[in-house]
T-cell receptor, first 117, second 115 residues
Framework: ETGVTQTPRHLVMGMTNKKSLKCEQHLGHNAMYWYKQSAKKPLELMFVYSLEERVENNSVPSRFSPECPNSSHLFLHLHTLQPEDSALYLC????????????????FGSGTRLTVV | AQKVTQAQTEISVVEKEDVTLDCVYETRDTTYYLFWYKQPPSGELVFLIRRNSFDEQNEISGRYSWNFQKSTSSFNFTITASQVVDSAVYFCALREVDSSYKLIFGSGTRLLVRP
């Protein structure tokens, strides 16, 4: 039990489908993140939410649409994806703290393995 | 610009060998934080260590040790007497102070420990 739960674990979708990835944490964290992990590439930060507000959007295509309804839940809505979007999508959470010296880093979920066909 | 380089894409060792994973970083900040994470086949990244830029003491935790060299911008990770369960992808990451809690990751090193 990592404290951050992602569903589904695996998803296969066609290019015309609409689906959503879900992330849930009950660690009391107030910042949540979406990362994309493609084969042989560094982890790519997609979105950052802090206190339920989006604070970063790293030039992600509009076919990816995040939603953070509360501090415990984060969604990634997908539509009209491309085969190159196939990857492991990782959610993470952390405590957004003013006290830098106490920041403990991220807690990650196990990811959703997405295949676009 | 901030950047993390893990030059070793894959390392293969035999059980009980020692292995060092390299990490070199670039940053313009004088205060920053370095991390190592382990990603087993199950997928989730597991936190191993955090090091502050103002604390250059090396650290040992069981079979794991970390060598922080500010002069060479390196934060290397050594596993002593490796075990099969150490097989995973290991990521080094950097966070600058004013980065909205954003971690920049290296591309990872895949470690295979053979019996």
């Amino acid at each position: 039990e990592t404290g951050v739960t992602q569903t589904p674990r695996h998803l296969v979708m066609g290019m015309t489908n609409k689906k959503s990835l879900k992330c849930e944490q009950h660690l009391g964290h107030n910042a949540m993140y979406w990362y994309k992990q493609s084969a042989k590439k560094p982890l790519e930060l997609m979105f950052v939410y802090s206190l339920e507000e989006r604070v970063e959007n790293n030039s992600v295509p509009s076919r990816f649409s995040p939603e953070c309804p509360n501090s415990s839940h984060l969604f990634l809505h997908l539509h009209t994806l491309q085969p190159e979007d196939s990857a492991l999508y990782l959610c993470a959470s952390s405590q957004a703290s003013d006290r830098e010296s106490t920041w403990q880093g991220y807690t990650f979920g196990s990811g959703t393995r997405l295949t676009v066909v | 610009a901030q950047k993390v380089t893990q030059a070793q894409t894959e390392i293969s060792v035999v059980e009980k060998e020692d292995v060092t994973l390299d990490c070199v970083y670039e940053t313009r900040d004088t205060t920053y934080y370095l991390f190592w994470y382990k990603q087993p086949p199950s997928g989730e990244l597991v936190f191993l260590i955090r090091r502050n830029s103002f604390d250059e003491q090396n650290e040992i935790s069981g079979r794991y040790s970390w060598n922080f060299q500010k002069s060479t911008s390196s934060f290397n990770f050594t596993i002593t007497a490796s075990q099969v369960v150490d097989s995973a992808v290991y990521f080094c990451a950097l966070r600058e102070v004013d980065s909205s809690y954003k971690l920049i990751f290296g591309s990872g090193t895949r470690l295979l420990v053979r019996p």
